[in-house]
C-alpha cells in the first residue's frame, strides 16, 4: 500500500541515499514505522524487538542492518523533509478519500503545528521545565494523536523525522482502511496492527471477525480496582 515510488522521489530530492550503502532512508522508514505502529519507546527498545524477529525483516523491506547506531545516525542526519514530504503525498490521497469522513485527525492543524517555531521549542524544553504553554499544547496534541510517548533523538531533525513518519503511518493506516472498505474504527484498527505487525493474514480476513460496536457497557462483569 505504500507508494514507494513517490517515496524515492521525496529522498532523491534531497539527496537522502547518497553515498549511502547499507541503510537506506526506507530502512528507516520501516524501522519508525514499526516503532510508530508498535509503540516502541527508545531506540534500544525498536532494536531489540526488530533483532528478535530478524529472518522476517528482509521479506518486510528491511534490507540494510538493523542497529542503534544506524537508526540514530539515520535520524539525525537523513533530511527531516524526505518524510514531511512523503506525509504531503498520503495526506492529499486520504483528503481524496475521506471526503464526507473524518479521520481524526485535523490535517490543516497539523501542517501548521509543526511551524519551525512550535519544533525548535519543543527540542529546547520539556513540558515539566515550565516551558512555554504552546509547547506544552503541542506535547499533549502529538501525545493523544499520535501516541508518541517518548522521542528517540533530542535534535530538531530527529524530533521532525519521527514525527513526520507518525503522520505519515496514521494517514497510511486510514488510506489502507478506506481502499480495503473496512468496517473499523480507525483507532481499532491501529490497536489490532500493534501486536500483528509480523502477520501473513491478509488484513481483510484479520478484521473479519472484529466488533466494532464493542462499548464499555459489555464489560460489565469486569473487575474494576476503584468504584468510581
Request: net charge positive; hydrophobic share 40%; with cysteine.
Amino acid at each position: 500500500m505504500i507508494p514507494l515510488h513517490e517515496f524515492q522521489k521525496c529522498v532523491q530530492r534531497y539527496y537522502g541515499d547518497y553515498k549511502v550503502r547499507k541503510y537506506s532512508c526506507l530502512d528507516q522508514f520501516f524501522c519508525l514505522a514499526f516503532a510508530q505502529l508498535t509503540y516502541r519507546e527508545s531506540l534500544r527498545d525498536i532494536v531489540s524487538c526488530l533483532k528478535a524477529v530478524k529472518s522476517r525483516l528482509y521479506h518486510t523491506g528491511i534490507r540494510g542492518r538493523v542497529s542503534r547506531n544506524n537508526l540514530a545516525n539515520a535520524n539525525e542526519v537523513r533530511d527531516w523533509r524526505i518524510y514531511a514530504d512523503f506525509a504531503q503525498v498520503l495526506i492529499a490521497e486520504a483528503r481524496r478519500l475521506y471526503r464526507e469522513e473524518d479521520i481524526g485527525l485535523e490535517l490543516k492543524n497539523t501542517v501548521y503545528a509543526f511551524d519551525s517555531t512550535t519544533i525548535a521549542c519543543v527540542c529546547r524544553f520539556s513540558p515539566g521545565l515550565g516551558s512555554a504553554n504552546a509547547v506544552e499544547l503541542f506535547f499533549h496534541w502529538i501525545k493523544q494523536n499520535l501516541q508518541i510517548k517518548s522521542f528517540y533523538g533530542t535534535s530538531e531533525n530527529a524530533v521532525r523525522t519521527q514525527i513526520w513518519v507518525a503522520i505519515t503511518v496514521h494517514v497510511l493506516v486510514a488510506i489502507i482502511r478506506k481502499r480495503l472498505d473496512l468496517q473499523v474504527q480507525l483507532y481499532t484498527f491501529l490497536q489490532i496492527l500493534s501486536f500483528m505487525a509480523f502477520e501473513k493474514t491478509p488484513l481483510n480476513q484479520l478484521l473479519t471477525e472484529t466488533n466494532d460496536h464493542e462499548s464499555m457497557a459489555d464489560d460489565r462483569n469486569q473487575l474494576l480496582l476503584f468504584n468510581l
